[in-house]
């Protein structure tokens, strides 16, 4: 941790001593000039969160930053120049072979007992952090109707059943049109077939069909093949449009709004109890990125995770492209070899599910990811990774499967904010963590979610936004462990039922399913 300086002098945050690279801290970049401690002086300006040389770097040389070489100069490049995505080229992907097995496997951390919070506790053991009406849809075809029918379901209905929290169309673009006995086609039907068991939805299936739809309910869910709390049963509760019993668009409305008043009553009779910690399933994910999120959100997320785990709760990381060039950090933490394997095969399958589009890994930095200062995939990879913490991976999750044990687990996902988010709620999660460096309103109706800035100016801008300032730690106020055992206490407020800014404001985005198979 830096102390606390005059905004106005000169500042870097150097992250390894062998580094030959290091951001700008000051508010607004720096001019020309300007002179470090030490003596460093810039060459030109710096905008905030860049890179500047710490010494010479040669045409050729490896920029290194985290300890891990991000690129390698395409000039020379003296000292107190500034260094960006223009003079620093993208070195190639790790192969991924002769990756380090479980080689740095720490002893097991003194576990954190007696941490509890408020939570709804399903007939299956799982815990939701919120009550909820979720309505599953098998296409996008009924997603206007379901949308009618919630707006007067909150407006008639919610109120008379103060137990639940919310009513909730899990609405998305797939159902038809595609192929759907194609081998990837199993990602997006697993994924909405497990969101709907997530478990702030309290077992209480309810779907809506058009009915001549290739996603049909049976395909979505076999009989007999979850457990769906609806009275005793086993089958979710159905509501066809196409049915010969439709009369009518309001007769499709009365039908849904008739279907969800039972499971209402349902929802209701649940009551917050005391749970402990380990009940968590929190998901852990970043977006609009920046240089600072490797330095101040990132970590603190990491000691939090650290904490989490600690406290017999899950933690999921996912991103593949975001943690692909530091695989080798991964599979060398991997509980058991086949922890490691299953790692190296999911990043495989999205080499491959790249190749085929005709991009690489260096497709997903995006123009806010540099402004931000983050030259390429690689530095925005290192910055993405310790989100994890130190912790033993202890299991692997395809797109779209459901969690079956507790520990830190590597989900394989697609970076995207939106595809994640939702393959973390098929997953399991209660509860979400987001960091952000640029800033995004991103948030979910089915979870709450924590926002955590990366800067002071993001935080104070965004005051009612942002959850978490971990902006404090690059300017000196506080520590990484500061900010997160902050972090930790704030999951537990937000399980027992605490509003986080995105719920306050009610800015949910849409689900996004991850179809790898072809369209037709």
């Known amino acids: 941790m830096m102390p606390p300086t005059s905004a106005a002098t000169p500042r870097y945050i150097l992250m390894h001593d062998n580094d030959n690279v290091a951001i700008v801290v000051n508010d607004g970049g720096l001019p020309a000039g300007a002179v470090f401690d030490g003596g460093l002086t810039l060459l030109e300006a710096v905008p905030q969160g860049h890179k500047v040389a710490l010494r010479d770097v040669a045409k050729g040389e490896a920029v290194i930053r985290y300890n891990v070489t991000i690129g390698f100069a395409a000039d020379d490049l003296p000292a107190g120049s500034w260094l960006n995505e223009q003079n620093v080229q993208m070195p190639a992907a790790r192969e991924l072979v002769n990756l380090p097995i479980s080689t740095r496997l720490q002893p097991p951390a003194e576990p954190l007992e007696g941490y509890t919070f408020q939570g709804f506790r399903n007939p299956d053991g799982s815990v939701g952090t919120r009550n909820i009406l979720a309505i599953t849809t098998t296409v996008q075809c009924v997603s206007g109707v379901v949308e009618f029918a919630v707006k007067r379901i909150k407006e008639e209905l919610l109120p008379k059943y103060p137990n639940v929290d919310d009513v909730v169309g899990l609405e998305h673009t797939y159902g038809c049109g595609v192929a759907i006995d194609a081998p990837g086609a199993m990602i997006p039907i697993r994924t909405l077939r497990n969101i709907t068991l997530n478990p702030n939805f309290g077992g209480q299936a309810m779907v809506v069909s058009l009915g001549c739809e290739k996603l049909q309910p049976t395909r979505l869910f076999p009989k007999g093949s979850i457990p769906i709390q609806n009275g005793g049963g086993t089958e979710p509760a159905l509501v066809c449009l196409q049915d010969a019993q439709h009369v009518g668009f309001m ?163 697609p970076a995207s904010d939106f595809i994640c988010g939702t393959l973390q709620l098929a997953a399991g999660m209660n509860v979400h963590i987001f960091t952000t460096g640029r800033g995004t309103p991103y948030g979910l109706a089915e979870v709450p979610v924590i926002k955590v800035a990366t800067r002071n100016d993001l935080a104070n801008r965004w005051h009612d936004l942002m959850d978490i300032n971990a902006g404090r730690i690059a300017s000196g106020e506080a520590t990484i462990a500061d900010v997160g055992w902050e972090m930790f206490q704030l999951v537990l407020d937000v399980a027992s039922g605490r509003e986080t800014w995105a719920e306050k404001w009610k800015l949910h985005n849409a689900l996004v399913l991850f179809n790898p198979a072809p369209v037709t």
């Open 251 to 413: 007769s499709m409305i009365d039908s849904i709004m008739k279907q969800a008043e039972s499971n209402l009553v349902n929802l209701n009779q649940r009551q917050r109890e005391t749970v402990p910690a380990s009940e968590l399933v929190v998901g852990v994910q970043c977006g609009g990125s920046d240089a600072f999120s490797g330095v101040t959100a990132n970590p603190a997320v990491g000691f939090a995770t650290d904490l989490l785990v600690r406290a017999g709760a899950t933690v999921m990381f996912s991103e593949t492209t975001e943690v692909r060039d530091g695989i080798d950090q991964l599979t060398s933490r991997a509980a058991t070899p086949e922890v490691a394997d299953a790692m190296i095969r999911e990043m495989a399958w999205y080499d491959n599910y790249l190749q085929r589009g005709g991009v690489d890994r260096s497709a997903n930095t995006t123009p806010g990811n540099k402004k931000g200062g983050l030259s390429n995939i690689v530095e925005k990879a290192m910055g993405s990774i310790v989100k994890s913490g130190s912790s033993a991976i202890s299991g692997v999750l395809s797109p779209g499967e459901k969690l079956t044990q507790k520990g830190l687990i590597y989900a394989a996902t």
